[in-house]
């Protein structure tokens, strides 16, 4: 059975920060291609980071210096490290598993970040 399941969202103040991590089952980890994903009320679902089966990263340019992405193939986990966050980082955060190969791909269910004074 696929499965990919966030963890570690919540509510945080601004300027604070969070830890978004990804456990992923049920297919070759190593091989696809790992996204973090969120989508606002309103808002189409964007882009936040990905990592490639290489390691090579790329970042929205909203989010770039703040947010970092890493991947542990050991333990097929991808996080998504978020400092200094602000209110308009408020969204449902996806973690997105891709084939190198492009075919096929899936999602986790998504994790809520409120980020509130």
């Known amino acids: 059975q696929v499965q990919l399941v966030e963890s570690g969202g919540g509510l945080v103040q601004p300027g604070g920060s969070l830890r978004l991590s990804c456990s992923a089952s049920g297919f070759t980890f190593s091989m696809y291609v790992m996204k973090w994903y969120r989508q606002a009320p309103g808002k189409e679902r964007e882009l936040v980071a990905a990592?490639?089966?290489?390691?090579?990263?790329n970042y929205a340019d909203s989010v770039k210096v703040r947010f970092t992405i890493y991947r542990d193939n050991a333990k097929n986990t991808v996080d998504l490290q978020m400092n200094s966050l602000k209110p308009t980082d408020t969204a449902v955060y996806y973690c997105?598993?891709?084939?190198?190969?492009?075919?096929?791909?899936?999602w986790g269910q998504g994790t809520q970040v409120t980020v509130s004074s």
């Open positions: 990592i490639t089966t290489t390691g090579s990263t």
């Open positions: 997105n598993a891709r084939s190198y190969y492009g075919i096929p791909e899936y």
